[in-house]
């Protein structure tokens, strides 16, 4: 049993062992993602934005909108707090036991759910595309039946993925992060090779993708077995509805599941609505969606997963000064990094797309849709990383109340967006209208993030360090240096169109690289070093403290 500890200032070596596991999850991600963009590539050449492409992409967002219930959402903020604790707190016996518990009982209950979505699958596409029956311009009864029969396979995706999700969680509890981070690039490898080699030789080639993902799933699990055999928490799954650990998490997910569902309803919400306009609308929307999470996964992901288990280690010793101390390194991180992806993504959205996915049956009028609808998304880039980070500070704390509370105002803020926003665009017949419905999606994750950063200065568990309001100054002068610079020198839309592939591929890497140099070159100049990522104690402000130095 572990004692409660004074409360101190973390070692100068924590920032650095942190920067190194997020960095480890990041380059993990960092593959998964640069795979995940070949097997989009992959999917604009053979498919495009076609009717089978929307229906597919519905079918597999559905189990994805459930696992997040089930492995990154509820159940993994609810998990990771209490397994820390019994592994801080408990024998290693204990700890094996609440693990077998666990998986039995998730499983079991995965399963039915499993079984009842199969089941039901016209209901869920009903619901998720309901346009492509209330409204015949958008969509048409062979597009309905095509995405039920595809949900029937991706649909068992969830049982498979969300226990692989457990594996990863403790997995990341022992700060072994790399396998958990490593595992999602299985998912593309398995695509990839259905949609260049399998489906095209099939006359319904969009099924063949989704038993694809169906394998994927199988797969994955598979790889978590060995590493959960080397922390010698490779147990037999057994029943536990009783145990106290897994009733504490279930307590625990009951109002976390609400709090993911916030998130997911909007993206059932924005489908619905998308499904209702043109042809094509999901598909431009999921391929902006996918280069929009390429930098939230490799860094935002990478960096809430490392700090959750730490986070609840610092909770569950009492050291609260640590507590804070590591958000607020969390934040300053967040900041040096996603506002230049940000700005970059809203600047590069057409040469980015143009070099990714034109070509073959992806024309460069879905060039020009799924451009707008990237450069909505760039706007929450930093709300959404924002939020990624903000939220462990409830989890960890085991409270997850609150975030419901404040995800159900988003959800609200969002909803109401989208109705001012993409109704009034498609009633006017100019082209874009799904842009909007990025645009809100936006437009709430900022006011999400915002109210979670309010939540945490309240309960005074985040206490700022020095030198706020100047590394912000810093930060946004260097992001207006690169975007200038990147606006001057980057060739136009019409000439990335007519380039190659290679020299479209050498004129962003160009882009890229010469916009991190500019990035960091004014970054130094104004006086941002590598300090500013050390971890430090929080300001601790008396009535006597004034003065300079104190932003």
């Given at each position: ?170 997995l990341n509890t022992y700060k072994r992060f790399a ?243 993409v109704i009034p665009w498609y009633q006017s017949g ?122």
């Amino acid at each position: 049993m572990s004692q409660d500890k004074p409360d101190q200032a973390p070692p100068p070596s924590r920032s650095s062992g942190l920067l190194r596991s997020t960095a480890v999850v990041g380059a993990m991600t960092l593959l998964s993602r640069v795979l995940g963009l070949a097997r989009d590539m992959v999917f604009s050449r053979f498919f495009g934005a076609d009717a089978a492409m929307d229906a597919f992409f519905v079918a597999f967002k559905i189990p994805n909108i459930f696992r997040r219930f089930f492995a990154e959402g509820a159940f993994s903020q609810s998990f990771v707090p209490v397994f820390a604790e019994y592994d801080e707190t408990r024998d290693p016996q204990e700890v094996r036991e609440l693990a077998a518990r666990v998986a039995g009982t998730l499983g079991l209950i995965l399963f039915l759910f499993t079984l009842l979505g199969v089941i039901g699958a016209p209901i869920l596409i009903s619901i998720a595309g309901a346009g492509w029956i209330l409204n015949p311009e958008a969509g048409s009864a062979e597009k309905y039946e095509l995405a039920v029969d595809m949900l029937r396979f991706t649909f068992p995706y969830l049982l498979f993925v969300s226990l692989t999700a457990l594996a990863g969680a403790i997995l990341n509890t022992y700060k072994r992060f790399a396998m958990a981070a490593f595992v999602p690039a299985v998912l593309n490898v398995v695509l990839i090779i259905f949609a260049a080699f399998i489906a095209p030789e099939y006359p319904r080639p969009g099924l063949v993708l989704a038993v694809g993902v169906f394998v994927a799933g199988i797969v994955q699990l598979l790889c978590m077995l060995p590493a959960l055999a080397r922390v010698k928490i490779l147990v037999r799954p057994r029943w536990g509805w009783s145990h106290p650990g897994v009733r504490r998490i279930v307590r625990l997910m009951v109002p976390a599941i609400f709090g993911s569902s916030v998130a997911q309803i909007n993206i059932l919400f924005d489908t619905l609505l998308a499904s209702f306009l043109v042809t094509g609308s999901i598909s431009w929307l999921y391929y902006s969606d996918r280069l929009m999470e390429f930098p939230l996964g490799v860094f935002g992901i990478a960096l809430a997963t490392v700090i959750l288990p730490n986070l609840s280690r610092e909770y569950a010793a009492r050291t609260m000064e640590g507590f804070s101390a590591m958000l607020d390194w969390a934040l300053r991180l967040v900041i040096l990094i996603a506002a230049p992806a940000a700005v970059g993504l809203f600047v590069l959205a057409g040469p980015a797309l143009t070099t990714i996915f034109y070509g073959g049956r992806f024309t460069g009028d879905d060039v020009a849709m799924a451009t707008i609808s990237l450069m909505a998304y760039s706007f929450g880039l930093l709300g959404f990383t924002l939020v990624k980070v903000l939220a462990p500070g409830y989890f960890a704390r085991q409270d997850t109340k609150t975030p419901v509370r404040i995800g159900l105002i988003a959800l609200a803020t969002n909803m109401a967006l989208n109705i001012a926003i993409v109704i009034p665009w498609y009633q006017s017949g100019a082209a874009g209208a799904h842009a909007g419905l990025a645009l809100a999606t936006s437009l709430s994750a900022l006011l999400n993030a915002v109210l979670l950063y309010r939540g945490l200065r309240k309960d005074n568990v985040l206490k700022l360090s020095h030198g706020w309001g100047r590394f912000v100054l810093r930060v946004a002068l260097a992001c207006a240096v690169m975007a200038m610079l990147l606006n001057y020198f980057v060739p136009e839309q019409a000439l990335w169109l007519e380039a190659g592939l290679w020299q479209s591929c050498l004129w962003l890497i160009m882009a890229i690289v010469g916009g991190v140099i500019a990035y960091i070159a004014t970054l130094f100049a104004t006086g941002v070093r590598p300090a500013e990522l050390s971890m430090k104690p929080p300001v601790l402000k008396t009535p006597a403290d004034s003065g300079p130095g104190t932003d």
